[in-house]
């Protein structure tokens, strides 16, 4: 009789022993669940922060385009050549037609120039940038601001609604080194929802 307790008792540890085990692997498949998961929460994180930052990186190659072009031309800069202050959505379909200063070898006016430089200006920003757009603000006296904007999907709250880029404000304005003042939309632009802004100051180019 004792020994076929033991072996009763023997078979009945080793259930015990195999039903450990298989919860054993079921928590350890869980927590590797919950590891891939973050990680992958990581990896669309690093692609929507990549994605931003060659964005703002493109955005400071065209301007500063745009700005050798002003220093080359400062009279046309001078009379307010370079100004466009369209809104986003007609910046974004606008074709402005070409004088075809810089490749025909026409003899042009620095008006004709500038509105060359500025017709290339906004082209590469409608096609280098998801619904570009663009607006030149300011004078060389006090200093010019162009601002960029672009469409970004990604651009979204926790609830996964596009949301409004800040407008610019008196206050926001009175510092163009804050990243509030870089980031800001001018109320003259009227974003939509999902539109970025991107706003460099040129510094004065005339005493």
Not at 144 to 161: L, N, Q, R, S
């Amino acid at each position: 009789m004792n020994i076929r307790l033991k072996r009763a008792s023997g078979r009945s540890n080793r259930r015990i022993q195999n039903g450990a085990t298989l919860i054993e692997a079921l928590v350890s498949i869980l927590i590797m669940s919950i590891g891939l998961l973050g990680i992958a929460g990581l990896q669309l994180n690093a692609l929507s922060y990549q994605k931003n930052a060659w964005s703002t990186h493109r955005v400071a190659e065209i301007t500063n385009d745009l700005a050798e072009r002003i220093l080359a031309n400062p009279t046309g800069a001078k009379n307010g050549n370079y100004t466009y202050t369209a809104d986003y959505a007609t910046g974004k379909a606008a074709t402005p037609a070409t004088n075809n200063c810089r490749t025909s070898g026409a003899t042009c006016s620095t008006a004709q120039i500038a509105a060359d430089d500025l017709r290339d200006f906004l082209l590469k920003a409608q096609t280098s940038l998801p619904g570009g757009a663009a607006q030149v603000t300011g004078t060389p006296a006090t200093g010019m601001v162009v601002t960029t904007m672009f469409a970004d999907k990604e651009f979204v709250d926790t609830t996964g609604a596009l949301q409004t880029s800040t407008t610019c404000t008196t206050a926001i304005n009175a510092s163009t080194s804050d990243m509030a003042w870089r980031n800001c939309c001018p109320p003259a632009a009227n974003v939509p929802a999902g539109v970025r802004c991107r706003r460099f100051n040129l510094v004065p180019i005339e005493p």
